[in-house]
């Protein structure tokens, strides 16, 4: 389920990032959320769920304010019952910007997963207010989220597992560390499954900035390459053993540098 | 150009294979190609010029002939003026099937370019003589074959370098240990530069029967991955610097495994 809508507001942007995003030395995709969630007056609450370092929540409070954020937060939430701590939905609805960081992914879902944290997420971001996550705070922004799978160009069956994420845009499967871990053949895989699927894989230190029309814009050093397979043909995938290869016929893949744009809604790629 | 069509005779076969083929566990691919060339009636000519051990040639001639070839031949052609050695070029004359190891396929293009080997086989293979070629000798059948370039997933502006190889097939782009070597990066920049070229990926101990209509079947236990950007709608290659990321929009992609079928000439996949 995707974020609700509420009439009237604009929903905040939802920004996954690739992974190892420059963070002192030229921060241009830390700096642009900054300044959306309101630069000197913005409030960022960080959770720093996904990691297992005492120190990932802090590390990202100086970043934050060497960019110029009026005021930060880390809320080290690191179990369920953290997750249904009032204490920390009453800061996070103070935010203007939430930012989850990396780690494993599967912290994430099985530690938010149903929780009020991840509810007040969602209706803050409906509301307005802005989302960005690093690597596993990349995955999770999607309804059916990678968990794991083979490294390598071309798709296997089971060459991926999908757990439910926290979907905070429909129908999109973020992959992150894209180009650096060699990701194509996880998110094939992935798409495969359910061509009402859109694979989003992300390099490191490049970001999709998806506005509230659910457009985004590349920012970084890298690509963002699209899997869309809305005219697929055929998947073997429902006949396949596994580690069998896969035969998919007709996928459309986009690769986007900066500054190129995508239409999730209506599957179109801009170049500028 | 490609090998030229003599009326009323039937192409040969030309089968890329992406190297690392099975040899006497399950040699498929190189049983099917001994089987096309004749059986116990095939004069099967190898040339190991891509390699530089001493034993290539030999060691093919021993696979083959333990396949039930009725002949074969090494031609130990390692320079130029081998390349233009008559006896060479009457001993071509009388095979059914031509194949060309692995190794560097600069060594290729560099020793045999424009000389009277490669000119009888171009001729042979249009009068109906089958080529295969593992690796490099994949690689070669191209028209603009990739002589190099950066492993990854997503392309980068100079991050392929292409020259001129045999071209057996027109308008063909030959990439071999595809998934293997981490190649989608080079193919997607290679077809960049020219949406008139399809890019041809593919794994080890897979192969690609291309009949004489330019129609091939996938055969092996990998994948083939075709790159199509006859309907590529902008690359930014024109513009870009070396090294940048590209932006390419609206590639068609076909992965096709063991038994699927892709028109070169109409560039239609087929599950079966």
């Known amino acids: 389920m995707p974020s609700p809508s509420i009439v009237g507001q604009e929903r905040g942007y939802v920004i996954p990032i690739g992974g190892a995003e420059n963070k002192l030395n030229n921060p241009e995709i830390l700096s642009r959320f900054v300044e959306l969630a309101g630069g000197k007056n913005a ?14 929540g802090a590390r990202y409070q100086a970043i934050f304010e060497s960019l110029g954020a009026g005021k930060t937060h880390s809320l080290p939430i690191s179990n369920r019952s953290h997750a249904n701590d009032e204490s920390y939905v009453e800061i996070l609805k103070s ?60 798709p ?15 129908t999109v499967v973020v992959d992150q560390h894209f180009n650096q871990r060699n990701r194509f053949a996880r998110l094939f895989s992935a798409v ?23 457009t985004f814009t590349v920012v970084g050093s890298g690509s963002i390459t699209v899997v869309d397979p809305s005219n697929i043909e055929y998947s073997s995938a429902a006949e396949a053993r596994e580690g069998d290869a896969l035969t998919l016929l007709n996928l459309k893949v986009h690769i986007l540098a900066a500054g190129a744009r995508f239409s999730i809604n209506d599957r179109q790629a801009f170049k500028k």
Do not use: W
């Not at 409030?43 to 990932?56: E, F, N, R, V, Y």
């Not at 296997?156 to 429909?170: A, F, H, Q, R």
């Not at 992300?202 to 900035?209: K, L, P």
């Open 43 to 56: 409030t960022i609450g960080i959770i720093p769920t996904a990691s297992k370092l005492a120190d990932t």
């Open 95 to 154: 935010c203007t910007g939430i930012f989850i960081t990396g780690g494993n992914q599967l912290r994430l879902s099985t530690i938010l997963g149903g929780t009020p944290i991840a509810q007040t997420i969602r209706r803050l971001i409906a509301s307005g207010v802005h989302y960005a996550g690093t690597s596993a705070g990349a995955a999770i922004v999607s309804q059916h989220m990678i968990a794991g799978g083979k490294a390598g160009a071309v």
């Open 156 to 170: 296997t069956e089971g060459g991926v597992s999908l757990v439910p994420g926290m979907g905070l845009i429909n």
């Open 192 to 214: 495969s499954y359910n061509p009402s699927l859109l694979g989003i894989g992300i390099d490191e230190n490049t970001a999709a900035f998806i506005d509230g029309e659910n």
